[in-house]
Every structure is written in structure tokens, then in C-alpha cells.
């Protein structure tokens, strides 16, 4: 066998070995998770089987039945048609943290890797200055001051998270810019805004979705527990941290499953989202 067909032959090992290694049954779970918790989000309110804002003070922690797989609330509402509502506010409160953040990061790292200088100088002082606070401290801060919402506390959070996707992506930026291929493209005449849509932004694509899947985790831990606060989402509107809040009086009462069955939710979409963006990571590295 020839020094190519061996290196040929090691090479398909290891590609065989890294799609193994990236189609887990962790992966087919989490990406499974992630796809049924978007379709509740977008078609929630028409699977309702009741109204999820339909007060019973009569079955006021009335447990499981077959009519009502997982009873009622503190409120007597039906607590399965509660979370089948609350997924799309719980959903897309971290989708805006997400891509607002994503896009601020992005843009900045790349801009600071390819000018340099006193350009990259200023940014990452503005980055470290914005670390010095803690994202659910300034979601917090913007809902006393703006008002309990949804707004105030995506805006702050995605405020806080661009340091980190910048950081990280700046140092990605920075080794694609000292590439052989960039220069060449220079030489060329190539203009800096082509190379970096064209080249640099797609060569860190991998990073980028891992980031983005990472922060969409944090950012629906950190919404949660503003709404929990009283500070985000406001009852009787049906949202995960919300039920959690409102129903914890049934944990000590012997009804937990109103407050868990939420953050059960909360608990298994994140882990979902992490597992996803720690494989699409070692993936894309694996192809490099």
C-alpha cells in the first residue's frame, strides 16, 4: 500500500469515526427535543385543549385525571394547556437575546480582527468594561426602570452576552485574518467587507452556531428567572418562569407538578441546546 492510499485510508477512519461521534443518540435526542419544544412554540394556542386562562377556583390544585393529564393550577387553569401557551413567550424571548447578540458579536470581532490597532484597542476596553456586570443584574435594573415586560430584560441581556460572543469569536477572526488565503485575497484586490462575508464569517460558521446554541440556553435560564421575579412576563399571560413562580406554593402543599412540569421544560430545552451546539462545536473542529 502506498504512503496516499494509507494516509487516504486513516483519513476515512477518521471521518467515519466523527460522524459516529456526531450522530450520538445525545445528539438525536437533543435535536429531537429542540424540534418538538419550536413546534410548540409557534403552534401552542392550536393544541390547547382548553383555555388557558380559564380560572376554576374550585379544582384550585386538583391533581392529574384523564380529562386533565397534568391537573390544575393554583388557579384551577389546566396546567398541560398552560405550557403548550407558555412555550412561544418562553421561546422567543431567548431567540431575540440570541440573534441581537450574535449579531453585535459577530460584527464587532470581526471588525477588531481585521483593523487592528487602536480599532481593536477601544473595543476590547468597551468589552471588558460591559463584562464588569452580570447579565440578569442589568435585565433586572432595565425592568425596574423601563417597566415589567419582555423588552426591557431581552434588550439588557443581549447587551451583556456580546462580550462573550465577541471574545471568543474575536480570537477565531483574528487566526482566520493571519490565513495564507486572506493575503492572497488582498493581492487580489479583494475589498475587506467581501472577505470577511465571503471567507472569514463562513469559515467560523461552526463557532458561531455553537455559541449561538450555548447562549440561547443561558438566555432562557436568565428570562425565567426575571419572569420568576415578577420582573418579566406578567400573569395571568401563560409563560414557564411565570407558572413556576405562581404554582411554588403547591411544592409544599403537595402538589408539585404545576411548578415542575414548567421547569422541567425550562431544564430539558436547555441541556437540549447545550448537547446540540457542544456537538456542531466538535464538528466543525473536526473538519478543520
Excluded at 14 to 43: E, H
Excluded at 140 to 151: D, E, K, Q, T
Excluded at 232 to 246: C, F, K, L, R, T
Amino acid at each position: 500500500m502506498s504512503v496516499a492510499a494509507g494516509v487516504t485510508a486513516v483519513a476515512r477512519r477518521r471521518s467515519r469515526a466523527g460522524i459516529r461521534r456526531t450522530t450520538s443518540p445525545g445528539l438525536i435526542a437533543s435535536a429531537a427535543v429542540i424540534v418538538a419544544a419550536t413546534f410548540v412554540a409557534v403552534a401552542g394556542p392550536l393544541l390547547t385543549p382548553y383555555n388557558p386562562d380559564l380560572p376554576q377556583l374550585s379544582q384550585y390544585f386538583v391533581g392529574p385525571g384523564p380529562a386533565h393529564l397534568l391537573g390544575f393550577d393554583a388557579q384551577g387553569r389546566d396546567v398541560l394547556s398552560r405550557l403548550l401557551v407558555g412555550a412561544h413567550t418562553s421561546m422567543i424571548g431567548p431567540l431575540a437575546v440570541t440573534l441581537i447578540c450574535m449579531s453585535l458579536g459577530s460584527v464587532l470581532a470581526v471588525t477588531a480582527a481585521w483593523r487592528g490597532g487602536a480599532y481593536d484597542a477601544v473595543i476590547s476596553s468597551g468589552l471588558d468594561i460591559v463584562f464588569a456586570f452580570p447579565g440578569i443584574l442589568l435585565a433586572v435594573l432595565a425592568a425596574a426602570v423601563f417597566g415589567a415586560g419582555l423588552l426591557a430584560p431581552v434588550l439588557a441581556l443581549s447587551v451583556a452576552y456580546t462580550p462573550y460572543v465577541a471574545r471568543v469569536l474575536r480570537g477565531a477572526a483574528l487566526r482566520e485574518r493571519a490565513q495564507q488565503y486572506v493575503a492572497a485575497l488582498e493581492v487580489q484586490g479583494a475589498s475587506a467587507i467581501a472577505i470577511c462575508l465571503r471567507h472569514l464569517i463562513p469559515n467560523m460558521l461552526h463557532l458561531i452556531v455553537a455559541q449561538a446554541t450555548t447562549l440561547f440556553g443561558y438566555a432562557m435560564v436568565d428570562l425565567a428567572a426575571i419572569s420568576y421575579l415578577g420582573l418579566g412576563i406578567q400573569p395571568p399571560a401563560a409563560d414557564w418562569g411565570v407558572m413556576v413562580s405562581e404554582n411554588q406554593q403547591g411544592i409544599v402543599q403537595g402538589y408539585p407538578i404545576p411548578s415542575l412540569a414548567a421547569g422541567i421544560c425550562i431544564v430539558v430545552v436547555v441541556v437540549a441546546f447545550n448537547i446540540l451546539g457542544e456537538r456542531l462545536y466538535e464538528r466543525g473542529e473536526s473538519r478543520r
